[in-house]
């Protein structure tokens, strides 16, 4: 299953950012690396594009020992690990056009081995046929394998973990996470297969409808200072930062997924009645995207 699960992800790693490439008109950089350890990666990586400031789609296959006290927070037992994965985050310039992160991954530790995953939005200035196109793919691909991936469960899971508990605030509008998937492995697989062929059909109409729209100072500042619950969450909760800082992983990659650019204002707070107070007031609270009905009124035909 580690060399299926490992072949999956290096064609996932290429299907998406020749997607992105695309779309963006721009090539991505290509660096192979090997891990000090055991195995290595190939890391992706666009800058200063046409429509994405960053985009970063890693994928990696590594090996070796953890250390005592790691191996005793994972399932399985011994000191003994194996890791495949791809994992992405794309930070876009125009402030209308959410940032994304996704990834896909199996892991083995002694005797227990596990897929994990899922995909997640995080808008600045969100729109409502956004937010339900987004959920209503995942769904779909939930909807394939009811034996192994709960939707709902899912998306209850994502609220869950992209939650800032220092600043009780979620991180987005949230998507699909699993983690510790056993059990049917053949089942497990063809859910992930499957999840991670929707990620370009869950972000790529999202982008295409906001690219383009016009924005100034008010909406980049904005932007700026709302990556910055971004990279607290990378740095504080993010179980693959985590993993791979734990793990002698290379670090080029593993930061890969921070933007290049932030801001921090201090006690800042949005306008009574802004479009900034609507994120936090009507978007990132949790709600079920995926059963509302289309607006009808966006420039895109998600449908």
């Given at each position: 299953?580690?060399?299926?699960?490992?072949?999956?992800?290096?064609?996932?790693?290429?299907?998406i950012?020749?997607?992105?490439?695309?779309?963006?008109?721009r090539?991505f950089?290509?660096?192979?690396?090997?891990r000090p350890g055991?195995?290595g990666?190939?890391?992706?990586?666009?800058?200063?594009?046409?429509v994405?400031?960053?985009?970063?789609?890693?994928f990696?296959?590594?090996f070796?020992e953890?250390t005592?006290?790691?191996?005793?927070?994972?399932?399985?037992?011994?000191?003994?690990?194996?890791?495949?994965?791809?994992?992405?985050?794309l930070?876009?310039?125009?402030?209308f056009?959410?940032?994304?992160?996704?990834?896909?991954?199996?892991?083995a530790?002694?005797?227990?081995?596990?897929?994990g995953?899922?995909?997640?939005?995080?808008?600045?200035y969100?729109?409502?046929?956004?937010?339900?196109?987004?959920?209503r793919?995942?769904?779909?691909?939930?909807?394939?394998?009811?034996?192994?991936?709960?939707h709902a469960?899912?998306?209850?899971?994502?609220?869950?973990?992209?939650?800032?508990?220092?600043?009780n605030?979620?991180r987005?509008?949230g998507?699909i996470?699993?983690d510790?998937?056993?059990?049917?492995?053949?089942?497990?697989?063809?859910?992930?297969?499957?999840?991670?062929?929707?990620?370009?059909?869950?972000?790529?109409?999202?982008?295409r409808?906001?690219?383009?729209?016009?924005?100034?100072?008010r909406?980049?500042?904005?932007?700026?200072?709302?990556?910055?619950?971004y990279?607290?969450?990378?740095?504080?909760?993010?179980?693959?930062?985590?993993?791979?800082l734990?793990?002698?992983?290379?670090?080029?990659s593993?930061?890969?997924?921070?933007?290049?650019?932030?801001?921090?204002?201090?006690?800042?707070?949005?306008?009574?009645?802004?479009?900034?107070?609507?994120?936090?007031?009507?978007?990132l609270?949790?709600?079920?995207?995926?059963?509302e009905?289309?607006?009808?009124?966006?420039?895109?035909?998600?449908r």
């Amino acid at each position: 299953m580690h060399e299926r699960a490992a072949q999956l992800f290096r064609g996932l790693q290429l299907e998406i950012t020749d997607g992105l490439a695309a779309i963006d008109g721009r090539k991505f950089r290509e660096d192979a690396w090997d891990r000090p350890g055991g195995g290595g990666g190939r890391s992706r990586v666009l800058e200063g594009g046409n429509v994405f400031e960053k985009a970063g789609v890693n994928f990696s296959e590594v090996f070796g020992e953890l250390t005592p006290e790691f191996a005793r927070q994972l399932p399985g037992d011994g000191p003994t690990f194996t890791a495949t994965g791809v994992s992405l985050v794309l930070h876009p310039h125009n402030p209308f056009v959410p940032t994304v992160h996704a990834n896909f991954r199996f892991l083995a530790h002694g005797a227990r081995a596990w897929f994990g995953g899922g995909g997640d939005l995080t808008p600045f200035y969100p729109f409502r046929d956004d937010c339900i196109h987004f959920h209503r793919v995942w769904r779909d691909a939930c909807g394939k394998h009811p034996d192994v991936a709960d939707h709902a469960a899912m998306k209850r899971e994502c609220d869950e973990y992209f939650f800032l508990k220092h600043r009780n605030e979620p991180r987005g509008i949230g998507g699909i996470f699993f983690d510790y998937l056993e059990g049917d492995r053949e089942a497990a697989f063809a859910f992930v297969k499957d999840a991670g062929r929707a990620f370009l059909d869950a972000y790529l109409p999202i982008v295409r409808a906001r690219k383009d729209m016009p924005y100034g100072e008010r909406e980049r500042r904005f932007q700026l200072y709302r990556r910055g619950r971004y990279v607290e969450f990378n740095l504080i909760y993010d179980r693959g930062t985590v993993f791979g800082l734990k793990t002698a992983g290379r670090i080029e990659s593993i930061l890969m997924s921070l933007p290049p650019l932030v801001r921090y204002d201090y006690d800042w707070h949005p306008d009574p009645g802004s479009r900034e107070a609507m994120l936090y007031e009507e978007f990132l609270p949790p709600r079920d995207w995926a059963d509302e009905a289309y607006s009808g009124d966006q420039p895109a035909d998600y449908r």
